[in-house]
């Protein structure tokens, strides 16, 4: 049995040990964080916000009364204010948004994966190899159907 294997979100102890877990890993690649004990006013909601150097963030969320306890949603995103030249990579994660590149999003399947994601994830915001200088794609104009060709 591993160290995180069982927890659950539904469980606050639990919760407050995978928040603590994530804490770790902000520490330990110097990512700036908050610690949200009551996410968004929801007693059974913790999170904890990350943001790296260069904007990079997201915000992980442990929700006790989430219908899918096993499975994890990563928002990352660009943060107001950042020069638009600066891009997520597109190796970073999961699903990157193709048109600007400045948001993403990662889907994780229980806890300890997220954890190591999460670790090779933060360990990039540090060397700053998560993002780039770059130009998003141009605009590209699209022909909307009619619901039924003639």
């Known amino acids: 049995m ?18 603590r877990a ?5 520490k330990r690649f110097n990512i700036a964080y908050n610690i949200h004990s009551k996410w968004l006013g929801q007693p059974r909601v913790c999170a904890i916000e990350l943001e790296g150097p260069t904007g990079l963030t997201t ?6 009364e989430d219908g899918l306890q096993e499975y994890f949603l990563v928002s990352w995103h660009m943060a ?10 597109g190796d970073f994660a999961g699903d990157i948004n193709a048109y600007h590149r400045r948001k993403a999003t990662d889907v994780f399947r229980g806890f300890e994966v997220l954890l190591r994601h999460m670790s090779v994830r933060l ?20 022909r909307i159907l009619p619901s039924t060709e003639q």
Do not use: N, W
């Open 2 to 19: 591993t160290l995180y294997e069982g927890l659950k979100r539904s469980r606050k102890k639990d919760r407050e040990i995978m928040m």
């Open 22 to 26: 994530l804490e770790r890993l902000c």
């Open 59 to 64: 915000v992980v969320d442990f929700d006790g």
């Open 80 to 89: 107001v204010g950042t020069p638009k030249e600066i891009i997520i990579k």
């Open 123 to 142: 360990q990039r915001i540090a060397e700053g190899s998560a993002t780039e200088i770059g130009q998003p794609k141009q605009a590209v104009s699209t």
